[in-house]
T-cell receptor, first 115, second 113 residues
């Protein structure tokens, strides 16, 4: 079945450091890939997405490229800020026979950025 | 409304009691999902509604869990005879796009004592 594996946290960085959070997936079809973010005390928000191979999703300085050959969707940011401290979730959605595009989630990676 | 809303935001109940959790999706969104976020276990899919089609209940963990969606809009998740392992944050999401960009509500934190 479909699954998502992302690197375990917590990740602690200093401000302006480079961030990579690894995410790999297993899917039978051609899934769409997502990164969601959950800031402290807030709900899940879509950060970025990619719907086909070689697509690059980007938002708020974050980027992730859909790599079909390595089944990966690693999240990167060149210079993190304290305000990026949050939990990041990698997810995939793949339409099943019933047209259900439920999201399959990684376990989340907690990021703490220190000033 | 502007986004997905859920109520209550917090619910504390005693083991064995029934609870109802409500979700108001974004107006016009035809797809509605319920997920559960448990400590240390990540998010898991519970149930999916799409328009007037029969719901996909494949993620419901037991027959104590049920959900309905009235008029293609508001949804209620019901947990009967709650157990301590039901304690979690229950999240609702709605979607109106073919690429399944799901918009999440703030969640209901359920604590079963």
């Amino acid at each position: 079945g479909n699954s998502v594996t992302q690197m375990e946290g917590p990740v602690t960085l200093s401000e302006e450091a480079f961030l990579t959070i690894n995410c790999t997936y297993t899917a039978t079809g051609y899934p769409s890939l997502f990164w969601y973010v959950q800031y402290p005390g807030e709900g899940l928000q879509l950060l970025l997405k990619a719907t086909k191979a070689d697509d690059k999703g980007s938002n708020k300085g974050f980027e992730a490229t859909y790599r079909k050959e390595t089944t990966s969707f690693h999240l990167e940011k060149g210079s993190v800020q304290v305000s990026d401290s949050a939990v990041y979730f990698c997810a995939l959605s793949d339409k099943d026979a019933g047209n259900n595009r439920k999201l399959i989630w990684g376990l989340g990676t907690s990021l703490a950025v220190n000033p | 409304g502007a986004g997905v809303s859920q109520s209550p935001s917090n619910k504390v109940t005693e083991k064995g009691k029934d609870v109802e959790l409500r979700c108001d999706p974004i107006s016009g969104h035809t797809a509605l999902y319920w997920y559960r976020q448990s400590l240390g276990q990540g998010l898991e899919f519970l149930i999916y509604f799409q328009g007037n089609s029969a719901p996909d209940k494949s993620g419901l963990p037991s027959d104590r869990f049920s959900a309905e969606r009235t008029g293609g809009s508001v949804s209620t998740l019901t947990i009967q005879r709650t157990q301590q392992e039901d304690s979690a944050v229950y999240l609702c999401a709605s979607s109106g796009s073919s690429y399944n960009e799901q918009f999440f509500g703030p969640g209901t934190r359920l604590t079963v004592l």
